[in-house]
């Protein structure tokens, strides 16, 4: 074996992961532990400051309810988040980020992030829902925050560890293990409550950028799969992982569309020039009472443009110019008011790529998109795992205690195997929390956690024994490529180790055409997801013949295997429910309609942590009384 030494770590609460929702547990887990003279850890894969989804920055924050200025109530969240997952939704988990979540904003503006106001001191909106900041440096400050309440408590953050797997005592989690990726270093941390809070998983799926441009995708290529891995492994329950989230965005640089659509009020138009929201208006009947819902369901959305381009009617274009022009012509009789509206109109437009992808502003100049007076190309991307946005896969969580809800086993967030709980894209069924609501949902998490090792923290029990079988699992990619890589003359072939990427490749091709990837049309079926299935088994038989030549490929193989346990649970979940209700996001090709009486239930799922078998269930809906 790899002779890497072997650091172990003790800690009370152990978070795994450094993004918003891991930011949001750390800040407030903090405060409490010091009160109790209790140890805090975080290890990020990466370096906290640029980590996670909002590693670029972000152009707006998603979710504000607005309460304390009686603008919405955290009921009206729950029913706009019900409608857009199609009546599938843990209304207890929403309700609970949507009380909290206008304070998490208000401490955003208080460490220094720069929300937009109007004249009169009120934050701009960019939907009911949205305000708009000046966000590129967005992470780094709630990162500061994250990092100052750590050191406040006496706590410790540990940079550029990748976890693997959860270490266990039956159905209780007592830590985790890792590597670093820049040392040879394997890491054992033994806590008494864990946080998984990995992100999603991007690159499950073949992105449409292939060769020219592999890796970019919507979706940060950092996150994949290792909060879903993480908590499968662990044994528990699962819930959504059916619930994939394809946005629209503009082509090719995956640039973001919510400040064309929500504050320019630009339309989508198909190549032919047709507005398929007005178009194909009467198919929203057949997706009801979700279809006839204000805003209509972002799956709906994306369905309706799929329907055109499936008939020909592609490219389909964002109508930028005429965007611009509308919102200018308020001033077309004062031609200097005009001039200084359009010049506004352009740095925002330009702004909101800056903030958060610059690629897209990069691309509009190579191709020569001048936004004010030239529509550009948009289209659905490829399919993500993204808890916190508008997809809904995740580990199945306890709910608020103060809330009658039938799902509860005691500490907020904390998934059916003890001492182990799940935040932001780690949680599923309570989408649309996004990056506010996911530092709100971490700071309840993290709050719980510490109540729960208060009253029932005990010291971890952790075998040795098993960790060293671990460690040498881990580091076996690094053997083979020791032992086999001087057999061949190139080292990308040989019959003694399979490397990362062509694993990735194999991994992509199954999931792209069997289940519902961009060549087969988002389309899916029992047959295809069976044979899909099948011929993952034969993928996950050679996963363990992946080779590794150094720290950063090392962590492309684990990237890779915890992909492939996200990809079982999603084809297992879309061959269980037998219907179509996302159209959008998926389509069962031999199911095509929506089936209320059947399948108006959560799907979950759990693997059996002995015999390695999954089990399949349904889970009744409840809904808030009264909402
Ligand atoms: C393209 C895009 C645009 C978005 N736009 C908006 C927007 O405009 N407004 C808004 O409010 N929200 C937006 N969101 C949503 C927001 O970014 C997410 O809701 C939020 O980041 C989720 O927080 P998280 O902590 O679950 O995951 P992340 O913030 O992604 O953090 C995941 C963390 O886990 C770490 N990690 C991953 N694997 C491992 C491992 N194996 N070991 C250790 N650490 C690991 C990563 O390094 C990272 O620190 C957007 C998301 C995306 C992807």
């Known amino acids: 074996m790899a002779n890497w030494e072997t650091v172990v770590v003790n800690t009370d609460l152990l978070i795994c992961g ?57 009921e009206d969240y729950i029913r706009y988040v019900r409608s857009d997952l199609m009546g599938i939704s843990r209304e207890d988990l929403v309700y609970n980020i949507a009380r909290h979540v206008d304070s998490t904003v208000h401490l955003f503006e208080k460490w220094g992030l720069k929300i937009w106001k109007d004249e009169a001191g009120k934050y701009v909106h960019e939907g009911r829902w949205q305000l708009m900041i000046n966000g590129e440096s967005y992470k780094v400050i709630i990162a500061e925050a994250a990092k100052n309440a750590i050191a406040a408590a006496g706590g410790e953050i540990i940079e550029r560890v990748f976890i693997v797997d959860p270490l266990m005592d039956g159905n209780k989690c007592v830590g985790a293990v890792g590597f670093s990726t820049r040392e040879n270093k394997f890491y054992v941390f033994k806590a008494k409550a864990v946080i998984a809070t ?80 007005v ?43 005429e965007a611009i022009q509308n919102i200018a012509a308020q001033f077309k009789d004062d031609p200097k008011a005009f001039k200084k509206k359009m010049k506004e109109l352009e740095s925002e437009a330009w702004e909101d790529f800056l903030d958060m992808t610059i690629s897209q502003a990069i691309l509009w100049a190579a191709q020569n998109v001048k936004p004010e007076e030239k529509h550009s ?85 952790v075998d040795m024994a098993e960790v060293e079988k671990l460690k040498a699992k881990i580091l076996l990619p690094l053997d083979l490529w ?27 091709k199954i999931m792209d055409e069997y289940a519902g990837g961009v060549i ?69 090709a031999d199911k095509p309609k929506m089936d209320d009486a059947n399948w108006k239930c959560f799907v979950n799922c759990q693997l059996d942590r002995k015999t390695g078998e999954w089990k399949m269930m349904k889970k009744d809906i409840w809904t808030m009384p009264g909402v």
């Open 18 to 74: 450094g993004g918003f929702s891991a930011c949001g547990a750390a800040t407030e887990a903090a405060y409490w532990a010091k009160k109790k003279g209790l140890k805090v850890t975080l290890v990020d894969k990466a370096a906290l400051d640029r980590s996670g989804a909002v590693a670029m920055g972000l152009s707006a924050i998603n979710q504000y309810v607005g309460i304390k200025d009686g603008e919405n109530t955290a």
């Open 279 to 321: 178009v194909r208006k009467a198919e929203l009947e057949n997706w009801k009472p979700y279809g006839l819902v204000k805003p209509i369901p972002a799956n709906l959305r994306n369905y309706l443009g799929m329907l055109d381009t499936e008939q020909g009617l592609g490219p389909l274009y964002m109508e930028t110019s």
């Open 198 to 277: 990995m992100g999603g998983a991007v690159h499950v799926f073949r992105p449409r950028s292939v060769g020219e441009g592999f890796g970019r995708s919507w979706y940060p290529p950092f996150n994949s799969g290792s909060s879903a891995y993480f908590t499968i492994k662990a044994g528990a329950e699962m819930t959504c992982q059916e619930v994939r989230f394809i946005p629209v965005r503009f082509k090719d640089a995956y640039g973001p569309v919510g400040a064309w659509f929500l504050l320019f009020k630009s339309r989508a138009i198909s190549a032919t020039g047709g507005d398929y929201m």
């Open 520 to 588: 087969s049309g988002f389309k899916t079926s029992k047959s295809l997801c069976e044979r899909g299935l099948e011929l993952m088994g034969l993928l996950k038989q050679d996963s363990e013949k992946m080779g590794a030549r150094n720290h950063h490929e090392l962590m492309r193989v684990w990237e890779n295997n915890q992909r492939v346990y996200q990809a079982e649970a999603h084809l297992r979940s879309i061959l269980f429910r037998e219907e179509t209700r996302w159209p959008g996001y998926y389509f069962r």
């Open 377 to 461: 190309e948009i289209a659905a991307c490829e399919p993500y795992f993204i808890g916190s946005h508008s997809g809904a896969s995740g580990a199945w969580v306890s709910g608020p205690e103060d809330l009658p809800t039938p799902y509860k086993w005691g500490y907020a967030n904390m998934t059916t195997a003890e001492a182990l709980f799940a935040v932001g894209d780690g949680s599923g069924a309570s989408s649309h929390k996004f990056s506010s609501g996911s530092h709100a949902e971490g700071r309840i998490a993290g709050k719980a956690a510490i109540k729960y090792i208060v009253e029932k923290g005990a010291e971890p029990k």
């Open 482 to 508: 020791d032992k086999h890589s001087k057999e061949t003359t190139d080292v990308e072939v040989n019959t003694n180790y399979i490397v990362p990427r062509q694993f990735l490749h194999r991994l992509q």
